[in-house]
């Protein structure tokens, strides 16, 4: 199949929904290498119908070894069920329906593997666009993305006061998460590790004062990492205060809506709900601003990001009429960022050289999924690290980038108080 060529289902279900029979249609993909692992993303159009509105279609890859180490099934099932199952019941929790709108609309929906697919409405037709993943976010950019996350999250909140067996019901089915399991493949966390011993090896060959401590921080983190994105992931002891997160909140997955000949994005949809979770609400927002910003703009305005977070949850929960202060308290707030600031730099290990990389540059994902199929049965370490060096994607070009970026992190990680976990791996007091 072609890149842009739907599948037989997808066909079937647009004849369907729209009885277009016999009307020429139109697809062609809308996003580059690199930019979705979970399939093609097409938008489709009907030329001879002017008046006809464009959808975005989401197909699952065939590939079996990537199906299978990307947990395409799981992923597909978990997006359905948060447009199916969770935003209908946010949409509810106001009564003039204003309390969630961050989300398109999901039109249909087909979860026979393997040709899973996911219909929306296209929102580039209201003027929706994405933030280019070689374009760094804006200070505009970064608070409208946190008000629309807030949006999310304070439906979490406002839906555990009003109906708290509903709020346990969907939580049930997120709970367990499908990124970080205790039986994740090791070569996906040696990747990671890889990454980490890279930078640390990077610094090195730099002077400072500081280069000690963050070789620590790096160090720690690469011998921990596994351990280290569980406890963030499940959050335990944080109930009540943890929500159904995004789960992949990074710079692709929103988009943003500019007024006429106005430059500030004044309104963000989210996209992408394949690995939402219920988890701390402080790891989609660090997993953003680290993986996503540079240090220079959190530098500037990391205080004001975290002040828009908190009074956008604020103001959406008043329109319920409940305090925010008394349901997730600001000290709670700011002590969650502490405790799981780590998740910053976790993600920043896994997706930095896949967000610097050019399309030419991003490896093909069926040919190292295949290469990872190949290793299942062994428990070689040595194997990993030599698959995972053989499709290193950093260069000569992106590999400054790159410490830039994660120095950026771990310096971070040291300034906003952010390493407890790090060095107290074994005590529960970090919990």
Same mark, same amino acid.
């Given at each position: 199949m072609?890149?842009?060529?739907?599948?037989?289902?997808? #066909?079937?279900?647009?004849?369907?929904?729209?009885?277009?029979?016999?009307?020429?249609? &139109?697809?062609?993909?809308?996003?580059? %290498?690199?930019?979705?692992?979970?399939?093609?993303?097409?938008? %489709?159009?009907w030329p001879t119908i002017p008046e006809a509105a464009n959808v975005v279609v989401k197909m699952a890859p065939k590939n079996e070894a990537r199906r299978s180490h990307m947990h395409v099934v799981d992923y597909y099932a978990r997006e359905v069920f948060m447009y199916q199952?969770?935003?209908?019941?946010?949409?509810?929790?106001?009564?003039?329906?204003?309390?969630? @709108?961050?989300?398109?609309?999901?039109?249909?929906?087909?979860? @026979?593997?393997?040709?899973?697919?996911?219909?929306?409405?296209?929102?580039?037709?209201?003027?929706?666009?994405?933030?280019?993943?070689? @374009?760094?976010? #804006?200070?505009d950019? &970064?608070?409208?993305?946190?008000?629309?996350?807030?949006e999310l999250h304070a439906c979490s909140f406002i839906l555990q006061q009003r109906n708290p067996a509903k709020f346990k019901e969907l939580v049930n089915f997120v709970k367990k998460d499908n990124l970080f399991t205790p039986d994740i493949e090791e070569v996906t966390i040696e990747f990671g590790k890889a990454q980490l011993r890279k930078a640390r090896n990077i610094l090195n060959e730099s002077d400072g004062e500081q280069v000690a401590a963050l070789k620590e921080v790096l160090e720690s983190c690469e011998k921990n990492l596994k351990s280290l994105a569980l406890y963030c992931v499940e959050g335990k002891s944080q109930a009540p205060y943890k929500v159904i997160c995004h789960g992949d909140f990074w710079n692709n997955n929103i988009l943003?809506?500019?007024?006429?000949?106005?430059?500030?994005? &004044?309104?963000?949809?989210?996209?992408?709900?394949?690995?939402?979770?219920y988890a701390p609400p402080v790891l989609d927002i660090i997993h953003y601003l680290f993986a996503c910003t540079e240090k220079k703009?959190?530098?500037?305005?990391?205080? @004001?990001?975290?002040?828009t977070y908190y009074d956008t949850l604020d103001q959406k929960l008043a329109t319920c009429d409940l305090c925010l202060g008394e349901i997730y308290p600001r000290s709670v707030f700011n002590r969650q960022l502490q405790l799981f600031g780590v998740y910053g730099l976790i993600m920043g290990a896994f997706s930095l050289p896949f967000f610097i990389s050019n399309a030419n540059e991003v490896i093909d994902i069926d040919t190292v999924s295949e290469a990872i199929q190949d290793l299942t049965t062994s428990s070689d370490e040595t194997k990993y690290k030599e698959l995972i060096e053989e499709y290193d994607m950093?260069?000569?070009? #992106?590999?400054?980038?790159?410490?830039?970026r994660i120095t950026g992190i771990v310096k971070d990680i040291i300034k906003y108080n952010m390493t407890e976990p790090l060095f107290k791996m074994d005590s529960q007091s970090v919990l």
């Open positions: 072609s890149e842009s060529e739907l599948s037989s289902a997808v #066909t079937s279900a647009l004849l369907k929904l729209y009885q277009r029979h016999n009307v020429p249609m &139109v697809s062609q993909p809308i996003v580059g %290498v690199g930019d979705n692992a979970y399939g093609q993303v097409l938008r %489709v159009s199952e969770v935003f209908p019941i946010f949409r509810e929790l106001s009564p003039d329906r204003s309390t969630y @709108t961050v989300a398109p609309a999901l039109h249909a929906n087909g979860l @026979t593997a393997p040709h899973e697919f996911l219909i929306f409405e296209d929102l580039s037709g209201r003027d929706f666009r994405p933030n280019s993943r070689s @374009t760094m976010p #804006t200070y950019i &970064v608070i409208c993305s946190l008000k629309a996350l807030a943003y809506r500019h007024e006429p000949n106005f430059d500030q994005p &004044v309104e963000a949809k989210l996209i992408d709900f394949q690995m939402s979770r703009l959190r530098d500037d305005h990391f205080s @004001t990001f975290m002040d950093l260069n000569a070009r #992106t590999l400054p980038i790159f410490k830039r």
